[in-house]
């Protein structure tokens, strides 16, 4: 004996019941925004830091003419930074240019159709 087929309107009225049924999203506290802050601070420090530290190290057992210690910083820098870019777009806080908060990354409140 087959069950007896579930028509769309029954389907659809079981999804909006338990869509009803989710609680309501939390807005983030200040200890997620700090520990955020963190993460992304520790996502550019650790790129310049290592970019120094191995910079220093060669110019001390590599002589020659080049500073590597300030080659190796703009190179800790450029990938600290697409660190934090990659950290942000990932975790969902900018789409489209506008950021979630509905202003644009200009500091300008975007349209509202």
Do not use: C, Y
């Not at 999203?25 to 802050?37: A, D, H, I, Q, T």
């Amino acid at each position: 004996m087959r069950p007896p087929v579930d028509s769309g309107l029954s389907a659809l009225l079981r999804i909006v019941t338990r869509r009803a049924e989710k609680p309501a999203p939390r807005s983030p506290s200040v200890w997620s925004g700090l520990g955020f802050m963190g993460m992304v601070g520790w996502g550019f420090a650790v790129p310049v830091l290592l970019g120094i530290a191995l910079g220093r190290w060669m110019d001390r057992h590599l002589p020659g003419h080049h500073a590597w210690m300030l080659t190796l910083l703009g190179v800790g820098v450029f990938v600290g930074g697409i660190n934090v870019w990659r950290w942000i777009v990932r975790t969902g806080l900018v789409e489209n240019g506008q950021a979630k908060d509905g202003q644009a990354k200009d500091g300008q409140a975007k349209d509202k159709p």
